[in-house]
């Protein structure tokens, strides 16, 4: 029986669309999952409908979201369909996934952002050669000012970083998809932050040097967020949510997130990144709350100097 971690550098090796690191670690997860489900690692025999059904429930009854479960499983079968068409095995695959309730992003309040950039400035000791302060709250004024993605943004380079000119120039090929680069101009508040944070080594080069993986990262975010007294729902308190954060704020405050993140459709970014209660709220002039008849126009000072 051949196994299917015997194809898979082949498969990798000849799909345009897989070329990314990340793409494959995926890949490599869903069928390590698929394996436990099996009970042993998968072979071609095992690319079965009735077989990848039974994965989907039974990656439902160990806790998983539709939408995680159904990505899982259209990574399992896209290797079959791959390996169906190379003659590996005799089948294609015709099973059905999951019907996936509709998404509904969550941002930050003003207040739990505050919150969230007050814990920053309070953590202790040291990540890689850096203050546990200084990496949170900088890496957090990234986001605020960015909206930019976790992995690019633990990928970014000092020399991505033009303090100078108040810069930054993130590279296609360390952005999802690997197609589309973008260039930020960077507040005045982040810049004095990485000209502190750059006065530490780097051996990488990265601007947030780190010693453990990404895996630990998404843990201790995790912990940073709850010590700040915020919700921690499952798969909802990373920093994907200060993405949304971002962009529900400058459509709140009448831009075009859609423009901002460069998506591919206006529907992108109402189904995955508007918190539509807080911008609705927001063009009313009732959320957040001010005393202050001359609220700052910026998207980015709307917070003032927080952290």
């Not at 068409?85 to 996936?100: G, M, N, Y």
């Not at 986001?143 to 991505?160: F, I, K, P, Q």
């Not at 993130?170 to 973008?182: D, E, F, H, N, Q």
Request: overall charge positive; proline content about 7%; charged content about 25%.
């Amino acid at each position: 029986m051949t196994l299917v971690s015997e194809l898979l550098p082949l498969y990798f090796s000849t799909n345009i669309k897989i070329r990314h690191p990340a793409t494959r670690t995926h890949y490599k997860r869903s069928f390590r999952q698929y394996g436990d489900y099996l009970g042993h690692p998968p072979t071609l025999d095992d690319l079965d409908d009735d077989t990848l059904t039974g994965f989907l429930l039974w990656s439902l009854s160990h806790g998983l979201t539709e939408v995680t479960a159904n990505q899982r499983a259209k990574q399992v079968r896209a290797f079959w369909e791959w390996a169906a068409r190379r003659r590996q095995v005799e089948k294609f695959p015709t099973l059905k996934f999951l019907d996936e309730p509709e998404q509904m992003p969550v941002a930050y309040t003003p207040q739990q952002v505050e919150q969230l950039f007050a814990t920053c400035a309070k953590q202790t000791g040291y990540i890689g050669p850096s203050p546990s302060d200084l990496w949170w709250l900088s890496q957090h004024w990234w986001l605020y000012s960015t909206g930019e993605r976790t992995e690019a943004t633990l990928l970014l380079s000092r020399d991505h970083v033009d303090l100078t000119n108040q810069v930054a120039r993130v590279p296609a090929s360390i952005r999802k998809g690997g197609l589309k680069s973008m260039a930020y101009k960077l507040p005045n508040r982040l810049c004095e932050l990485l000209a502190e944070l750059f006065q530490y080594p780097s051996r990488s080069g990265l601007v947030w040097e780190r010693n453990f993986g990404v895996s630990a990262y998404y843990h201790r975010y995790k912990r940073l967020v709850k010590a700040a007294g915020l919700p921690t729902p499952r798969g909802k308190c990373g920093p994907q949510k200060m993405r949304i954060t971002v962009f529900s704020m400058i459509e709140g405050l009448g831009g075009d997130a859609t423009a901002f993140a460069r998506h591919s459709s206006r529907q992108v970014t109402d189904e995955s990144y508007i918190d539509q209660a807080l911008v609705l709220a927001m063009r009313k002039g009732v959320w957040p709350p001010s005393t202050n008849p001359e609220r700052p126009k910026g998207w980015r000072r709307w917070f003032g100097r927080a952290g």
